[in-house]
């Protein structure tokens, strides 16, 4: 079966940068547009960046400019490139691909 598995988050000050990854498995990958997702305490689970199998992405307004999405087909891997950090970046990340969700990231802003 599809298993993702995410990696890179931490803690960092603001302004800072960061890179998650996510690592899948038990699928045709190429093939799927991939997604990261972000949930904060108390606050509903969103999309941030989403890379489609043509390469083409989308982002929230809310990260425009700052965030990268890219994927390496032949790693079966998407990155999501984190710079100027926010403060209310801080959040679990989420990589989604089809109906599956890897285990998410913890992503910290704090000085």
């Known amino acids: 079966q599809v298993q993702l598995v995410e990696s890179g988050g931490g803690l960092v000050q603001p302004g800072g940068s960061l890179r998650l990854s996510c690592a899948a498995s038990?699928?045709?990958?190429?093939?799927?547009?991939v997604g990261w997702y972000r949930q904060a305490p108390g606050k509903q689970r969103e999309l941030v960046a989403r890379?489609?199998?043509?390469?083409?992405?989308n982002y929230a307004d809310s990260v425009k400019g700052r965030f990268t999405i890219s994927r390496d087909n032949a790693k079966n891997t998407v990155y999501l490139q984190m710079n100027s950090l926010k403060p209310e970046d801080t959040a679990v990340y989420y990589c989604?691909?089809?109906?599956?969700w890897g285990q998410g990231t913890q992503v910290t802003v704090s000085s």
């Open positions: 890379i489609f199998s043509t390469g083409s992405t």
């Open positions: 989604h691909l089809s109906n599956v």
């Open positions: 038990g699928t045709i990958f190429s093939i799927y547009a």
